[in-house]
């Protein structure tokens, strides 16, 4: 009797216990690692294609072409264009120092222009013309603007040009292969810079113009006061 009754109560348990199981869905497997993983290199790391790239500098070099010339190009062809505009400074200038100034610029440029060309043959005989280092120069020309004094013009455009010198030599500072280079680089900063204060000197005193960090001149009746106490502390 007690056989008869216990048998269908354990019926009832196992079949109540089934009904309750919960199904765990087992983890999903990993995607598995490409069979190169361990040797793949980083984009960062990877060699060098020698496709133009960017520099620290910001301009846009050929790492397959030697630095140096690349740099002569684009100087020789920057100096070139300061002294077209000091010529004209010299025929139109109204104030004797705008033309002094002129005269300074086309002696040393063309000076140096010889010494960047016999470097360029010496080091890289065989190397065609490159397309330079991709760099903003400047201004290469001065406005034609009838409404602005001629040494107005002369002085915005060559601060300009001087600053894109400026850039390009401390680029080769750290970036140029010869000793010689590099002092030029050094000579250019110091002449240009100096030149650079001078030349926003003359355009505050001469039209009430400052010219900004940003090479942005503004009337320095409406500059900021802060801004321009921050451009003479420069100067």
Not at 46 to 54: H, I, L, V
Not at 120 to 148: C, F, N, Q, V, Y
Not at 218 to 226: C, F, N, Q, R, S
């Amino acid at each position: 009797m007690r056989i008869r009754l216990f048998l269908p109560v354990l019926l009832a348990t196992a079949g109540l216990l089934a009904a309750c199981t919960i199904y765990i869905a087992p983890a999903p497997i990993a995607d598995a690692p490409p069979a190169n993983a361990e040797t793949a290199t980083p984009a960062s790391e990877a060699p060098d294609s020698g496709m133009p790239r960017e520099t620290d500098h910001g301009q846009m070099m050929d790492a397959a072409l030697p630095f140096d010339a690349q740099f002569i190009d684009s100087m020789i062809e920057h100096h070139q264009g300061a002294i077209d505009m000091a010529h004209m400074a010299l025929e139109e200038a109204e104030h004797d120092e705008l033309r002094d100034l002129a005269s300074a610029i086309i002696a040393d440029q063309q000076t140096e222009i010889e010494q960047m060309h016999e470097w360029r043959a010496a080091w890289h005989p065989d190397l065609p013309p490159t397309k330079g280092m991709g760099m903003a120069m400047g201004e290469m020309s001065i406005a034609e603007d009838a409404g602005a004094p001629f040494d107005q013009r002369f002085l915005e455009a060559m601060i300009s040009h001087h600053l894109g010198a400026v850039a390009m030599a401390q680029a080769a500072q750290a970036q140029a292969e010869y000793a010689e280079l590099r002092r030029m680089a050094d000579d250019i900063i110091a002449a240009q810079e100096g030149e650079i204060a001078q030349m926003r000197r003359w355009l505050s005193a001469w039209y009430g113009i400052e010219e900004t960090e940003d090479s942005a001149a503004v009337p320095a009746e409406t500059a900021d006061a802060e801004t321009t106490g921050e451009h003479n502390a420069h100067d």
